[in-house]
């Protein structure tokens, strides 16, 4: 079984999006759990809205739930405690950090990773990034990089199709217009999650 925890210091970056896509991408992979600990559980309201691929519990009645999974994605609160994040990351197969491009986020995300414990694995995601012909994506990342942050090779792009997805209880993937290319992004991200976890 492999757990995958998608965590951050910030609300608003995109997390339980990502923790839903992510879920989606693994379950076509094998038995998926989401588990929405998130206090508003943003991954329970959009499961009930429509059909997602995956079963969706929260953290109190998923205990009798995680048995049996291939993979286990969590949905954390933001800001988790510190401890906590030491434990998640202790426990886990990868971190995943979802940021924006912008200042207000980075300065959050980067805190975040001076608490996970030296050794654990973890990346930052960039979300909700401008699409072309902004550049802010790429120059953020190469300035992660540079200051020897790991960071995905993916971005995710901006987009009201994961909007439209929320409001209908299906994930972008599901979507019956032009913005169900936009799922490419989290077909990109799994690959990449599926080397980390598997080195």
């Not at 951050?8 to 693994?26: D, Q, R, V």
């Not at 202790?90 to 979802?98: E, Q, R």
């Not at 901006?158 to 209908?168: E, H, I, N």
Request: charged share 25%; with cysteine; proline share 6%.
């Amino acid at each position: 079984m492999k757990l995958i925890t998608v965590t951050g210091y910030k609300g608003g970056c995109g997390k339980s999006t990502t923790a839903i896509h992510l879920a989606t991408y693994f379950s076509d992979r094998g038995k998926t759990l989401l588990i929405d600990s998130d206090q508003n559980r943003t991954a329970v309201a959009w499961a009930k809205l429509g059909k997602l691929p995956f079963d969706v519990k929260d953290e109190k009645s998923s205990i009798k739930a995680i048995a049996g999974n291939d993979y286990i994605i969590v949905d954390t609160p933001a800001r988790p405690e510190s401890n906590d994040l030491k434990e998640l990351a202790s426990n886990g197969d990868l971190l995943v950090l979802p940021t924006t491009p912008d200042v207000v986020s980075l300065r959050p995300a980067i805190l975040t990773t001076k608490d996970i414990p030296q050794g654990a694995k973890y990346r930052v995601l960039l979300t909700i990034v401008p699409p072309y012909p902004s550049k802010e994506g790429v120059t953020v990342q190469q300035d992660l990089r540079e200051s020897g942050i790991p960071i995905f090779n993916t971005m995710i792009r901006r987009t009201s199709g994961f909007t439209k997805a929320a409001l209908s209880g299906i994930t972008i993937r599901d979507l019956k217009d032009k913005t169900k290319m936009y799922w490419q992004d989290y077909k990109n991200l799994g690959l990449e999650i599926e080397e980390i976890i598997n080195e």
